[in-house]
């Protein structure tokens, strides 16, 4: 639609099946006062015919002056039509009169409804240019109103993460006197344990009695002792380090338990520039993930261990990485990506892998502290941390870091 | 043989009676147990004991100022300490059962009696023969 252009000649639709009344449209253009400054007047003499001269009019027309009575259609139906085929165009009805119909059609979005009796020249032009006006800041309100709830809806959402961090970080902090205090009496279950061990007896039912609270003791300190880590101060010690060598400790450390259950583990590791990272703290994320790929293939499985790296849109498009949230175009990254050839995650549980006590293991087998613990330090990096489902039917969890600024670069996003 | 001496400091009192008898219990160990920190010194001077495990997290003088009082005297601070807590992490643990600490080693309660009774050999062991750099 021409707005803004005094230049540009108006382009009006007249839809009109009656000839007389056409051209009565016409002449009132041609001999008003203050004519638009050019204007071309098409018409339609059908609701089809409209319908096919706004479809194929590339730039659109600036006014449509409709007659509802129509050989192929009548009343609202057919101003219906019209405002669906072209919603940001101004359409005023030329009607005889019924004062009723022409409230229903401005509500509904009509610009006016001109009674053709009363037309003047004058009148019709100053219809016009204001119906013109008028659409064009409706137009506007519309398109500032659907940002405004754009606005809003992030807010909301920007509101509801700090309320969940600020949730976290309590829970955290009651989570490190919790546990502290849960320790001494299980220190103390454990002494009676070993006490009771001691005291040889060949009664089965008081050996698998003291088996159990064995384990019990164990499983319990799991648990707490993950909940400590979880909210231990988040203060890391960053330095520039080859992910590579990180990859490389994490899989020593598994190696035993991979090597255990005949788990084949295939490397495609690229050369790394550094990246900024508190080193422990990725293996820990690293080793956590291996061990949940290790727990999906279960015995005589495979696992992929690959590492690669890129900018930011170089990934987006290869790599299918999608969004990146708070890495911005062009941030170099490296990738940490582990991938298990086992079951997958149901899709249902999908969404709530990164929930604190979240667990798809069986009850005892993982306290499901982990994956959020992995998040958090990843996020701490200013990176991410991403699991998805693939195929073959699969896991494929990405680790993505930040890179290092070049030294002769200190800014590589400028 | 000579049993080893071991002085147990905890305010948990039943943790560091229960910690007695399982030690008692092996044969090898003569344990005495006190529950507050203030009375570490005098106690070790009485004692002599071989090793002192000891807890962190004690009302008025913690771990680490009880173990600064016995290295300023001369004739305990070559008394290796064993600290005994529940401040330890998993992350801490994780490299193994101790954790070096300024020379000296923590454990993270709850802690298994063969594991505990490993580190006190150890760190025995390590004591009678010349220190190593």
Partial sequence: MNTESQNEPLRILCVEGEDKDFEQVRSHLAGARRVPAGHRLERARSLEEALRAISSQPSGYDMILANLSLPDSGGEETFIHLQKAAPEVAVTVLGLGDHDMGLRLVKMGAQEYLCKDELTPDLLVRAILQAIERKRLQVELERLNRDLQAATENLRAAQLHLIQAEKLHSLGRMAAGVAHEVKNPLAMIQMAVDFFKNRASDDDKERFMLSAMQESVQRATRIVTEMQDFSRSHDLEVKPVDLNSVIEKALEFVAHELQQARIEVVRQLSPLPPAEMDRQKIEQVLINLLTNASHAVERNGRIKVRSFHGTVDHLLMHEGLRTLEHLRQGDEVVVAEIRDYGPGIPPDKLPYVFDPFFTTKPTGKGTGLGLSICKTIAEMHGGLLRIHNVHPPGVRAQLILRCSPHPLNPDPVT | ?133
């Fill in chain 2, 1 to 133: 043989m000579n049993k080893s001496r071991i002085l147990v400091v905890d305010d948990e009192v039943n943790f560091a009676k229960m910690l007695r008898f399982n030690l008692e219990a092996t044969g090898d160990f003569e344990v005495d147990c006190i529950y507050s920190s203030a009375e570490v010194v005098t106690r070790a001077l009485e004692f002599r004991p071989d090793l002192i495990l000891l807890d962190i997290v004690m009302p008025g003088l913690d771990g680490g100022s009880v173990k600064h009082d016995l290295e300023a005297h001369p004739k305990l601070r070559q008394i290796p300490i064993i600290f005994i807590t529940a401040l330890v992490s998993k992350e801490d643990a994780e490299g193994g059962l101790f954790v070096e600490s300024g020379g000296h080693c923590m454990l993270p309660k709850p802690v298994e009696l063969h594991h505990l009774i490993r580190a006190i050999e150890t760190r025995l062991a390590s004591r009678a023969a010349p220190a190593a750099s």
